[in-house]
């Protein structure tokens, strides 16, 4: 008998045998299509990276903007096209690479980020970005908080708790305005992913946005959460560059929100600084062993680990110190040799000579 919405299907099983099964009808389709558009989300983002890294940086001038650093704008020309970029120099290496993993993580999340790459420009190594034209700081007068995409700015709230990120205030959050909506454009990533576990009592927020959302976090939210695959994560954390360490709590930190992804939602009458706190207690991933098993900070350590190897220059700090007990005690050390250390060969006198130092003292 027909199913409204399922088509019949019959399929041999391994065996041989003919079995019918219900589908529900155009599924494989959809799926495809769907595929098809994430392929291209993320070739299109790969090509607006190519095209920062090799274009040619033209007419370098200030942003307008008061900034810490030394941040200027300029033009990337390359084959016909112009972009605006953003030009940061005079940071540490270690602060321009956290800007190109969280650009990279932030569109893993399906968060609008610039596409981000570091190279040289005038001889001085440089973060180049994409620049995000038409745009308003988020806590600028104009901005209607109850116009911002929640959706958006829940995915932004996971990356900021999987990136430990402790700078999200108002001006490190841009919005566009699209139609009757703003849309939530993050920036300034450079305090994001830590080698070390966060110690912040606090995690910033633009709570002046968020003051609006009450209730748990919404349902696509909490299934965006549910599909972010751990060794997916791990990856685009290798190819940005990071190292063990970082990779490391950033996938414990993920795998902590997995668990408890209803700490991220502001919540009904909840005090701004308990919701902040709140997010700083997730991110604390130095501890993880009081909230995943064994199995899991294994899982994340085996994945943090780089798969080109062991890198001598990327000291793993922290792994040594956190890694649960191994189940099989190490073998004992070897007896320390006795006698003459430098030459074990050659007998010990017994009762003999002090050595030449002790003589000498
Ligand atoms: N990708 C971007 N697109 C547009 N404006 C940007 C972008 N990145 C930074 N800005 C502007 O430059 C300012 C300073 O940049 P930011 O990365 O926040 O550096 P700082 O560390 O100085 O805060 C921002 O507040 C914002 O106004
Ligand atoms: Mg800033």
């Given amino acids: 008998m027909p199913r409204a919405g399922l088509e019949k299907k019959i399929i041999k099983d391994a065996r041989g ?3 019918t099964y219900w589908v529900r009808k155009g599924l494989p389709q959809l799926k495809r299509l769907t595929q098809a558009k994430e392929k291209a989300r993320v070739d299109d983002h790969e090509a607006r990276e190519e095209h920062l890294e ?24 390359h084959e016909g096209k112009a972009v605006e970029a953003l030009i940061k120099t005079g940071q540490r290496a270690d602060a321009l690479n956290r800007e190109v993993m969280s650009s990279k993580v932030l569109h893993l999340f399906g968060v609008e980020s610039s596409p981000t790459v570091i190279r040289t420009v005038g001889g001085r190594i440089a973060l180049v970005q994409e620049w995000k ?15 911002v995409d929640r959706h958006i700015l829940e995915k932004m709230r996971v990356f900021d708790v999987v990136a430990a990120n402790p700078d999200r205030h108002g001006g490190n959050l841009l919005l566009r305005k699209e139609g009757d909506k703003f849309i939530p454009l993050p920036i300034d990533h450079e305090m994001a992913f830590s080698a070390h576990p966060t110690t912040r009592q606090y995690l910033a ?5 968020t003051q ?115 189940p099989t005690p190490p ?31």
């Fill in 17 to 19: 045998v003919r079995r």
């Fill in 54 to 77: 090799a274009g040619t940086v033209s007419n370098i001038r200030t942003t307008g903007v008061i900034s810490m650093n030394t941040t200027k704008r300029g033009v990337v020309t």
């Fill in 133 to 147: 034209l038409n745009t308003l700081p988020s806590d600028h007068d104009d901005v209607d908080p109850r116009k």
């Fill in 205 to 209: 927020q633009p709570v002046g946005l």
């Fill in 212 to 326: 609006w959302h009450e209730g748990p976090l919404l349902p696509e939210t909490k299934k965006m959460i549910a599909a972010i695959r751990p060794e997916v994560l791990a990856k685009t954390l290798h190819k940005a560059g990071g190292n063990e360490d970082q990779i490391y709590l950033a996938l414990t930190r993920l795998a902590i929100v997995k668990k408890r992804p209803d700490d991220l939602a502001q919540g009904d009458m909840e005090t701004v600084s308990g919701f902040k706190q709140r997010l700083a207690d997730l991110c604390r991933a130095g501890a993880p062993e009081s909230i995943l098993t064994p199995a899991e900070i294994l899982e994340a350590r085996n994945l943090s680990q780089d798969p080109e190897g062991p890198n001598p220059r990327k000291k793993p700090l922290w792994l040594a110190r956190i890694s649960p007990p191994s």
């Fill in 331 to 361: 073998p004992a050390p070897p007896p320390p040799p006795r006698g003459n250390t430098l030459n074990p060969n050659k007998p010990v006198k017994k009762g003999g000579r002090p050595s030449t130092l002790k003589r000498k003292l």
